[in-house]
């Protein structure tokens, strides 16, 4: 540890704030703290070790250490450490009162920073800091100081005891009873505690049954025997579970057989309507294929009515434009021929008219600059007049500056005040300004103390009311906080309540919306049955009516086809008569006469096949329409099935459920506002009693802060009173003081000033200085006056001189004017003769203006008519060709509607419909074809996929017997076989569980057995221990080793004070042996040493020691002071003392001693005098002396 600074306040002898700077005092290694006895040198070392512990570390047995004429102690204590994290900067402030039970320390801070000044660590709190430190330092407080305070007598007889005494001393010293009683008490605790645990061991070990560990092997077998068995089920079990998987699979595909051939049938039923719904897929495609056509013949002939319209307009804009240009293009021929006679003409005369403005601006000119010429002329003469003025004036201002310089020099000898006068006037200045001040003082003591007076009289007033304030204060919070408690719980109730009510809203609110669109489907449902059956009604309607036209067809179609009958019976006939020849026989009567030949009557050129071809087709369209009709009508049968089977699912629900459900809402919804109505007032209450609750808080601390302000200020005033007393005696002095100097400066100038004059000049002291403050302000002014005079004097021969050469010049400039003026007249003359010669109206420039003006005006007309004319003509082009291009399009428009007309009526004639109207029937939604597309080909894949699955099904399950479908009776076997497992395993499990356990308790056996064994080892060993530990033995050997240590550091810091001379040996006995190195190496007692060497030897023993005791903690403490009677050595033995000493330090150690011998002042190169306290005026003080 390193002390860096200290600061010390109202200990001892010390009551102002004093200083010690170490860093300065021990920068060189060695420093002396010096002064008289009593003048408080050791209390410097006290201020360091309470700054460290506090309170523990007085040195000296009294508690009575604050001075009695302060209150307060205060202390600051900064130094350098080596710790753990590196080197640190530490600070500790403490203060100290007075109390009732003695001395307090009110005040203890603790601050740890790194070298760079980082902060790492703040302690507040004496028993904090004090912990702190202790573990910070490593040192307790009596180790600290018998570590840094040196006491060397008391080594001394240390260096004479005999060798018990010696070890009794570095016993208490170094706290060597840990090794003695302590660890005996430990060993014996330790006994005690082996053979406790030892007993439990015994018990524990008794609990346990050696009979049960020899049967584990016949356990084990038995398990084994079990495992087999079970292995055994369990290949069993896999075989049976697999058999059962083959016959619950063949069950399953069975049963899937069944639904497919069901399916199957189903399916071939519905064959029919899919047919029927193929031939409307097919004429929609054909119907698609065609609709093109007839849309873009629609296109076209809208077309041809837009380009028709489009022509007629383009027309009517072409007779327009056309009209316009033929009058703009007389316009246009009437400025053209403007423009080519009349702008040549105006070209010239502009040029012309620029030439004169020229010529007229220039004459201006010249006539404005002979008019300033005249004008320069007077005042270039007036300024030549000025200037001789002026030159007169000069002349005369510089006679006065040299008759003004010889009055201030007069003036400046008449202010001269003498160096002595001066001298004796300032002082006596001074001393009655102090003394005034003095004076003042005085009289502001006195108000000081009547005012401290009064104030400390309110203060006690303003005590008393404070206290009563707070007394009422407590009361009030009191009341408010049971009123916020009361409030708190009957919010809490309302709260409860609103949420229980909130839960009821909810519910409903879940409700309502499941029931208003219940509601709203049952309405829809019903809507949608009345729709179906409407639809169902007109249906029924055409279908009757399809029917009846189907009935005439039928009767046509029969009609017909007896009439086709009878043309083909006809036409056979007629065949046959003509290869009927007489004698042959008639293959349909067998005669070979054939009176009567069969003769084809005329059908009037009916042909009765194409016609019933024709009534064929329409039975199968109107056979089509009734099929789609049933399907329609079968459709809307079912939905409407579906519909009231969906409608009886909301019977229980009507509108007065839902008008009662919202009923019970909005009753909720009321209670909840006026619950939340409530809870507002309720928390507003709240809010103003905790307001009222912090008020009171505020207030309390207000008036706490309140009345320790006047606490503090009642000692501040008591202290102020104690002050103003000190400083009225210390006024009194002063005044003295300054009249003995007023008397000794009277009597050093009575020689030169008379009693009377020196009286007069003191009591007119202030106009005497104010008289000589003139006097110098006087003769300041008059020497800057003198420079200025002569700064001047030297302007005024410096003006005159330039002066004389304007003069000169300004001559010279009004001669050059009066030939230029003469040239420029005869100019102007020639120019206005040219001017004249033209004459005008108005201004040239406004001629000019007109002239230009008529020219642009037929200019830009010139090219707005031309440029307006090609425009128009270009326009008409573009409209012509738009004409042209609407009739080419109009004749392309024509042609091709022919031609799509044309294609159109082809294809409707190969097609199945009869015309192009009868394609829009068939022009269904491309999204319901689509659907039907889709269902086809749905029913398609369905029907091979059921087929398909049917065939493979028969394969699988012909030629199986029934039995390959029980799959029951081998899952009972297969359950039987895993119920025995599971005893089997249940067994097992019971026998492995004894096993464990069995296990367990060997395993704990063991344990305990060999921790029985390790505890009688460390049993025997303690008992060996106690053995040795008999008496103090252990503690005498300790202190032996130490004090081995101790003698062979000593005899290292012996020879090198000495030169080498003598070392320090220890006999067997204990005692101390000096060797005289220079005398052969003898070796003799310690007792026959001198007694500068006694001191030697002594002091390398306290160094020694102090290192020992230093080892007990983590740090090294770099320094330490001795505080030692030098008074009593002799002037040889204090040279070697100090030669020693200077020896000793180095850059890691500082030494300092503590005397009030003067000759070790001169020895030291850096001394703290501690200066006497006088009694009553002021305490102990410190200064810093370097030698």
């Given at each position: ?914 015309s192009d109207n009868e394609i829009e029937k068939y022009l269904v939604s491309e999204k319901r074809v689509e659907n039907l597309k889709i269902e086809i080909e749905n029913f398609e894949n369905e029907f091979r996929t059921i087929n398909q699955n049917f065939l493979e099904l028969s394969k699988i399950i012909s030629g199986k017997a029934e039995k390959d479908f029980d799959y029951i009776s081998t899952q009972n076997l297969l359950e039987s076989s895993k119920k025995e497992k599971e005893e089997k395993i249940g067994e097992m499990g019971k026998i492995s569980s004894i096993i464990d356990s069995i296990n367990k308790d060997k395993e704990s056996y063991i344990v305990i057995s060999n921790l029985e064994k390790e505890k009688n080892r460390k049993y025997d060993l303690v008992m060996e221990i106690q053995k040795l530990l008999h008496g103090n033995k252990f503690v005498e050997y300790i202190a032996t080793k130490h004090m081995k240590y101790i003698v062979k550091d000593a005899s290292i810091r012996l020879l090198n ?131």
């Amino acid at each position: 540890m390193k002390p860096i600074f200290l600061k010390l306040a109202g200990l001892n002898s010390y009551i102002e704030e004093e200083s010690v700077d170490f860093e300065k005092l021990s920068s060189r290694g060695l420093f002396g703290i010096f002064g008289t006895t009593g003048s408080g040198k050791s209390t410097i070392l006290d201020a360091i070790t309470i700054s460290l512990f506090g309170t523990n570390a007085i040195a000296r047995s009294t508690k009575e250490f604050i001075n009695t004429d302060v209150s307060h102690m205060k202390l600051y204590f900064k130094f350098e450490l080596n710790t753990s994290s590196g080197r640190c900067i530490f600070e500790i402030n403490r203060s100290f009162k007075r109390s009732k039970s003695g001395v307090i320390n009110d005040m203890a801070r603790f601050t740890k920073k790194s070298i760079n000044g980082e902060l790492i660590e703040i302690r507040e709190g004496a028993s904090d800091v004090n912990e702190i430190v202790v573990s910070e330092i490593g040192l307790k407080p009596d180790d600290f100081m018998k570590s840094v305070v040196l006491p060397q007598g008391k080594f001394s007889d240390f260096l004479n005891m005999s060798g018990k005494d010696k070890r009794n001393m570095l016993e208490r010293l170094l706290n060597l009873g840990e090794f003695g009683s302590e660890l005996s008490n430990k060993v014996r605790l330790k006994k005690n505690k082996l053979t406790k645990e030892l007993d439990v061991l015994k018990g524990q070990l008794s609990v346990f049954n050696i009979e049960e560990f020899e049967k584990l092997d016949q356990y084990t077998l038995k398990n084994a025997q079990l495992k087999k068995e079970e292995e055994s089920l369990q290949t069993l079990i896999e075989k049976l579970e697999k058999e059962k998987l083959e016959k619950k699979e063949l069950f399953k595909k069975r049963e899937e057989f069944n639904k497919v051939s069901e399916t199957l049938s189903k399916l071939s039923l519905e064959k029919k309507d899919m047919e029927v719904k193929k031939d409307l897929v097919l004429k929609y495609e054909e119907a698609i294929k065609i609709y093109p056509y007839k849309k873009d013949l629609d296109k076209l002939n809208e077309d041809i009515i837009s380009v028709k319209k489009s022509l007629e307009n383009k027309s009517k804009e072409k007779e327009k434009i056309l009209k316009s240009y033929n009058e703009n293009k007389i316009k246009f021929e009437n400025i053209e021929n403007e423009k080519n006679t009349e702008l040549p003409k105006l070209d010239i005369e502009i040029e012309k008219l620029k030439e004169n403005i020229i010529l007229e601006k220039r004459t201006n000119e010249l006539e404005i600059e002979i008019k300033n010429l005249r004008e320069n002329y007077s005042k270039i003469n007036k300024k030549r007049e000025e200037l001789s003025i002026e030159y007169e004036k000069l002349n005369k201002e510089l006679f006065e500056n040299k008759s003004k310089k010889e009055s201030i020099n007069i003036s400046k000898e008449e202010n001269y005040v003498s160096s002595e006068f001066r001298v004796f006037i300032n002082k006596l200045y001074e001393l009655k300004t102090e003394k005034l001040k003095l004076e003042n003082l005085n009289k502001n003591i006195i108000e000081k103390e009547e005012y401290s007076s009064k104030a400390l009289q309110e203060l006690e007033k303003n005590l008393s009311e404070s206290g009563k304030n707070l007394d009422k204060m407590a009361l009030e919070l009191e009341n408010n906080i049971k009123e916020e408690i009361e409030i708190k719980d009957n919010i809490e109730n309302i709260k409860i309540e609103i949420s229980k009510i909130n839960e009821d809203i909810v519910k409903i609110n879940s409700k309502i919306p499941y029931i208003k669109e219940r509601l709203e489907n049952k309405d829809l449902l019903v809507k949608e049955i009345k729709d179906f059956k409407n639809k169902k009604v007109l249906g029924n309607e055409r279908l009757l009516s399809y029917e009846k036209e189907k009935e005439i067809l039928l009767d046509k179609i029969k009609m017909y086809e007896e009439d086709v009958n009878r043309v083909r019976v006809n036409n056979v006939l007629e065949v046959l008569s003509h290869k009927l020849t007489e004698n042959n026989e008639c293959p349909l009567c067998g005669n070979i006469h054939h009176p009567k030949v069969f003769k084809k009557k005329e059908d009037n050129g009916i042909d009765y096949k194409d016609k019933l071809d024709s009534l064929n087709k329409e039975l199968i369209k109107l056979t089509t329409k009734i099929t789609r009709l049933e399907l329609e009508n079968e459709s809307f049968e079912k939905s409407v099935a579906k519909a009231n089977h969906n409608l009886k699912a909301f019977e229980d629900i009507d509108s007065k459920v839902y008008t009662k459900i919202t009923q019970d809402k909005e009753l909720k919804e009321k209670v909840l506002n006026s619950k939340n109505e409530i809870l507002k007032n309720s928390l507003k209450e709240q809010a103003i009693v905790e307001k009222k609750i912090e008020n009171n808080r505020l207030d309390k601390e207000k008036y706490i802060i309140e009345n320790n302000s006047f606490i503090e200020n009642r000692k501040q005033l008591i202290e102020v009173l104690k002050e103003t007393v000190k400083d009225k005696e210390n006024n009194i002095k002063l005044t003295s003081d300054i009249d003995k100097n007023i008397d000794l400066i009277f009597d050093k100038n009575i020689l030169e000033y008379d009693q009377k004059r020196c009286v007069n000049i003191f009591n007119e002291i202030i106009n005497e200085k104010n008289t000589i403050e003139k006097k110098d302000k006087f003769y300041q002014k008059n020497d800057k006056e003198l420079i200025n005079i002569d700064k001047l004097i030297a302007l005024n021969i410096s003006k005159i001189e330039t002066l004389k050469e304007e003069i000169n010049q300004k001559t010279n400039e009004i001669d050059v004017a009066i030939e230029k003026g003469k040239g420029i007249s005869e100019i102007i003359k020639i120019n206005k003769e040219k001017l004249n010669k033209y004459s005008y109206n108005d201004s040239l420039e406004k001629v000019l203006k007109n002239a230009i003006n008529k020219k642009t005006r037929i200019s830009e007309e010139y090219n707005e008519l031309k440029q307006k004319t090609e425009n128009e003509k270009e326009l008409i082009l573009k409209t012509q060709n738009v004409i042209s291009s609407l009739e080419g399009n109009l004749d392309i428009y024509n042609e091709k509607s022919v031609e799509v007309k044309s294609r159109l009526l082809d294809l409707v004639n190969k097609s199945i419909f009869e015309s192009d109207n009868e394609i829009e029937k068939y022009l269904v939604s491309e999204k319901r074809v689509e659907n039907l597309k889709i269902e086809i080909e749905n029913f398609e894949n369905e029907f091979r996929t059921i087929n398909q699955n049917f065939l493979e099904l028969s394969k699988i399950i012909s030629g199986k017997a029934e039995k390959d479908f029980d799959y029951i009776s081998t899952q009972n076997l297969l359950e039987s076989s895993k119920k025995e497992k599971e005893e089997k395993i249940g067994e097992m499990g019971k026998i492995s569980s004894i096993i464990d356990s069995i296990n367990k308790d060997k395993e704990s056996y063991i344990v305990i057995s060999n921790l029985e064994k390790e505890k009688n080892r460390k049993y025997d060993l303690v008992m060996e221990i106690q053995k040795l530990l008999h008496g103090n033995k252990f503690v005498e050997y300790i202190a032996t080793k130490h004090m081995k240590y101790i003698v062979k550091d000593a005899s290292i810091r012996l020879l090198n004070i000495t030169n080498d001379r003598y070392s320090l040996e220890i006999d067997s006995k204990g005692n101390f042996i000096i060797c005289d190195n220079y005398n052969g190496g003898v070796k003799r007692s310690t007792s026959t040493l001198s007694g500068g060497e006694t001191f030697m030897t002594s002091l390398s023993l306290a160094l020694a020691l102090s290192s020992q005791i230093q080892l007990k903690g983590n740090v090294n403490l770099e320094f330490f002071i001795l505080d030692e009677g030098f008074g009593s050595l002799d002037k040889d033995l204090l040279d070697t003392v100090m030669s020693s000493l200077e020896k000793l330090h180095s850059d890691n150690l500082s030494i300092g001693i503590i005397s009030h011998v003067e000759e070790l002042k001169t020895r030291v190169p850096i001394a703290l005098l501690v200066n006497e306290a006088a009694a009553g005026i002021k305490g102990s003080s410190l200064q810093i002396k370097i030698n």
